[in-house]
């Protein structure tokens, strides 16, 4: 069942956090009170790697004897998975490479198509929602579903039995491009987010297309559901940025919630218990919206005690996707004060609050559960190595 940023879920969070043009700001020295002691930490899950030495055939071979034994064509998914790493100059260690099967057996059990039980009453339903939310009669666009679709098939039939999302993007490209209503229901956006072996953002993919070393087949969404591009982006998605994390599960949690969002839950906390004011800790530090976030409103709050302006503020949350957020002078001057007023350093890292949303999920299942489970599986990894 894939948990990740789920089905249907028109995720702003996950679009905003791709990567990023770092924005350059002089930033002002402030004394900080303590160092940054996580700055120094490495492992997997810390900064970016350089190129391997290691033969592409080594790492090959490393990748199959760390996978469950109950994988099927191992030296495929071997070949997809260091073509990822080499291409990406990303360190094949075992630690990294026992992250990335950990994650992509949460996400499919290694099964690049992997089917979704009830998909077809979970399609249907999103159908009549966004009918509803454009004010056209849930009748009309079943009248007009019962066409015939380019296979010969009606899009009603297809729909019925679609089983796996690649199945159910390819049918909303084909309603979209050919119904009545398609585009004026669904416009360009295929309501499929994301997909593939590690259930990866298209908007993500879409993002990282440069570079990819394979012929694109048709377009970068269809290759988020191969295999091979599911590999890469996905690769791209968990290993691809820096962190100064101590540990791998607060990476496996920003897999699921977005950049940084285990760092800026701590941050959040912080915030929190220095201003009084409850916040979600959910690592969304910057507003998408037109007005002030929660968040920046909580440190305004505080704004006296840093001395530094709302604009400062505003300016230094704007990096709140970046690794540079760590350099600001709101970061520095707020873990600072939080240190000060604990009498000990307070965590750099946490575990986001946030619960997953999606119509595939019946359980009450949240972030720091995926991130636990992934963790586990991770570890597993390490004793076969």
Not at 161 to 178: Q, T
Not at 193 to 207: D, I
Not at 286 to 293: A, H, R
Not at 311 to 331: A, C, M, N, V, Y
């Amino acid at each position: 069942m894939t948990l990740n940023n789920v089905l249907f879920t028109n995720n702003a969070r996950q679009v905003a956090l791709l990567p990023r043009a770092r924005i350059l700001l002089k930033l002002r020295t402030q004394p900080v009170v303590g160092a940054l002691l996580l700055s120094l930490l490495a492992g997997c899950s810390s900064e970016k790697n350089t190129v391997s030495t290691q033969r592409p055939e080594q790492v090959r071979a490393d990748i199959v004897s760390l996978m469950p034994a109950n994988v099927a064509d191992k030296q495929g998914w071997a070949k997809d998975i260091s073509t990822a790493f080499i291409t990406q100059k990303i360190d094949p260690t075992t630690e990294n490479i026992c992250a990335v099967l950990a994650v992509t057996e949460q996400e499919s059990n290694f099964n690049a198509n992997a089917p979704v039980p009830g998909l077809g009453k979970i399609a249907w339903k999103e159908i009549d929602r966004r009918a509803a939310e454009v004010h056209i009669p849930a009748f009309l666009v079943h009248t007009a579903l019962k066409i015939n679709s380019p296979n010969g098939k009606s899009y009603s039939d297809r729909l019925d039995n679609v089983r796996s999302e690649k199945e159910l993007s390819a049918i909303f490209d084909d309603f979209i491009g050919m119904v009545p209503m398609g585009q004026k229901l669904f416009g360009n956006l295929n309501p499929v987010h994301t997909g593939g072996p590690m259930q990866v953002s298209v908007a993500f993919a879409e993002s990282k297309a440069s570079g990819y070393p394979y012929p694109i087949d048709g377009t970068i969404r269809r290759e988020v559901f191969s295999r091979r591009g599911g590999m890469y982006f996905g690769i791209a998605h968990l290993l691809g940025y820096p962190t100064h994390y101590s540990e791998p599960i607060y990476r496996f949690a920003d897999y699921n919630a977005g950049f940084y969002a285990s760092r800026n839950a701590a941050f959040q906390q912080a915030v929190s218990r220095l201003s009084g004011v409850k916040l979600a800790l959910d690592g969304d530090v910057v507003s998408y919206s037109d007005t002030t976030g929660k968040t920046e409103m909580a440190v305004r709050r505080l704004g006296k005690r840093l001395s530094l302006s709302d604009s400062d503020i505003s300016r230094d949350l704007r990096l709140g996707e970046s690794i540079d957020f760590e350099k600001t002078p709101t970061w520095k001057l707020v873990f600072a004060l939080a240190d000060k007023t604990a009498g000990k350093k307070v965590p750099r890292e946490m575990l986001p609050g946030i619960e997953l949303n999606s119509p595939k999920i019946t359980r009450n299942l949240t972030t720091a559960w995926f991130a636990q489970r992934v963790d586990e599986r991770r570890r597993q990894c390490l004793t076969r190595g």
